[in-house]
């Protein structure tokens, strides 16, 4: 799918709706966040047309790296057409102009809410992480001094005590998203609540991937190839998990995902979370238990 | 004074977000070489070089022009068109100038420990700028890179402080490419 916006429309903002000295401050602040992977550069977060919650700073971190020939996607959680994922897609058809795409291999930018795409990403592309806490310290410490303090002297005991207390209490790392990870062995950062089953993508992936926290406001980022490790203990190795199904449309046995209630007998169905790659397989004729029943029922 | 008037971006928005693009390629992928186009800056400022300073320069970024940058010409043409305060080196977020006049590099900003990104990005003019030269290891090089480093000691120096230290783009005619302060360097 490629829509292009109206132009009358896209003539009375500037492209990509930041003026451009806000646009230069975020571009700033992302070259920044580059040089040092993991850390988390302050940037002086401007209020958008969407409430806080909804991706204000992924979206402003797209703003400042969109340009005209760039292809986007957005996902939320996985989803192409969840409401999120919609109005700011069309948000940046309107503003920029830019063409849009559902494909996960034909976008050339990427704005996503707590995913990584199932389809490996490929050099060139840009995923832009929606960012609610940034700082993966806070829900230990509340003090940003004390936190900024304990990256400066690379303090992350505390992170490792409250791992090892999911351990104690039951039996296993019970952290299941926004897993803390260790980038380059320097910084821990919050790689934004993704399920710890997407950890592996974020190391050695061939795209650059930027963080941007809205409310919080903070951006970072992993350059390309930047090595990423989830943090465990010698033994209780970190796990990448998910539901133990395959998917009931598309089949696929090593995809993330969702499980859907469907009606109140207690019947249940597990989906791919990402819906580009559960439609791409349907279309190539690979079907689920659930899949050919359901595609006739119009869903 | 005319000449300070024209030479800037003619579609400001749209060519600032490409060379802003192409500017966090190389920063992202130490040792490749992108073209950056669109100004036309008075000498001896390279095209990448003056593209680099309106897409990244305002009234809030203080500027250090060195040696022979240090000209009418060239600060007339920076406070038209981005309205950067032009400042000492040890005052400055970015240095803009040839690798023998920033000398000596002590002078410029290296960040603070809780916060490393308050340093000074260099923009490095060159003679000349090819994927030739020192190796480079580190985050956005999947194994290993070259580029047309002017010295190597100043850059594992920049590294060993790592997280502080600089950031710098090379410039030469309109092509660019950047070295930030986590690439490991050696000789080849």
Redesign the interface.
Known sequence: MTLHADPVAAESY???YLD??T???I???????????G?Q??FASREMPMPYGWGTGGVQVTA??????DRLKVIDQGADDTTNAVSIRKFFQRTAGVAVTEATAEATVIQTRHRIPETPLTS?Q?LVYQVPIPEPLRFLEPRETET??M??LEEYGLIHVKLYEDIARHGTIATSYAYPVKV?G??VMDPSPIPKFDNPKLSGS?A?QLFGAGREQRIY???????VVSLDFDDHPFEATKAPHDCDLCGADDSYLDEVITDDQGSRMFVCSDTDFCRTRQAEGQLGVLGAPVLKGGV | MSAALSGGFAQ???Q???A??A???V???PGTIHLLEGALPPAPLSVAAGVLVL????G??PLHLAGAYDCAALRDWITFHCGAPLVAAQDAMFALGDWATLQPLGRFAIGV?????R?A?MIVEMANLSAKGALLR?????DQAQLSLPELAAFQANRAL??LGF?CFFTHGNRAAAL???TRVEAV
């Open positions: 500037n492209f990509a451009e000295q646009k230069r401050m571009r700033r602040a992302i070259l920044k966040a580059v040089a040092v992977p850390y550069v302050p400042a790296c969109l340009t005209p020939d060139g840009i900024r303090k990256h400066e380059e320097r910084y061939p650059l980022a992993l350059p390309p190839f930047s090595h | 400001a928005p749209v600032s977000a490409q802003f693009r500017a966090l390629m920063m992202s992928q897409t990244l320069c305002d809030t970024t420990p809780d916060y490393p990104d340093s990005t580190g985050p956005g090089i999947e790592f997280p950031d930030p302060r986590s």
